[in-house]
């Protein structure tokens, strides 16, 4: 079992940036994929980003490209998102999740990852 817990979140103004971060223990050892996502009340969960244990492969949501940057610290295992020029939209509780071995498909989807953190909420005011 893998846990993860999030952290960085808070409120920020349009424009402005935030680094969440993702520390993963346990057995870490059976992790292949640490994304992100995203959730508003009333509204499915939806994907932000993902990258590979290795860190040599990263996948982008269309919405986020070019603006958030997925990284990991080999040494701690932890997972970094930095979001930069947010804006209201981007206003959600983020999650972190580690997917174990598998398809290289359907890195996209919540099904694909196994285990979930309690959520950071990320707040972007006008």
């Known amino acids: 079992q893998v846990q993860v817990v999030e952290s960085g979140g808070g409120l920020v103004q349009a424009g402005g940036s935030l680094r969440l971060s993702c520390a993963a223990s346990g057995r870490t050892g059976v992790a292949y994929l640490m994304g992100w996502f995203r959730q508003t009340p009333g509204k499915e969960r939806e994907f932000v980003a993902t990258i590979t244990w290795s860190g040599s492969n990263t996948l982008y949501a269309d919405s986020v490209n070019g603006r958030f940057t997925i990284s990991r610290d080999d040494g701690k295992n932890t997972v970094y998102l930095q979001m930069n020029s947010l804006e209201p939209e981007d206003t959600n509780v983020y999650y972190c999740?580690?997917?174990?071995?598998?398809?290289?498909?359907?890195?996209?989807?919540?099904?694909?990852?196994?285990?979930w953190g309690q959520g950071t909420q990320v707040t972007v005011s006008t």
């Open positions: 999740a580690v997917a174990g071995d598998g398809p290289a498909t359907a890195w996209n989807t919540t099904r694909r990852y196994d285990c």
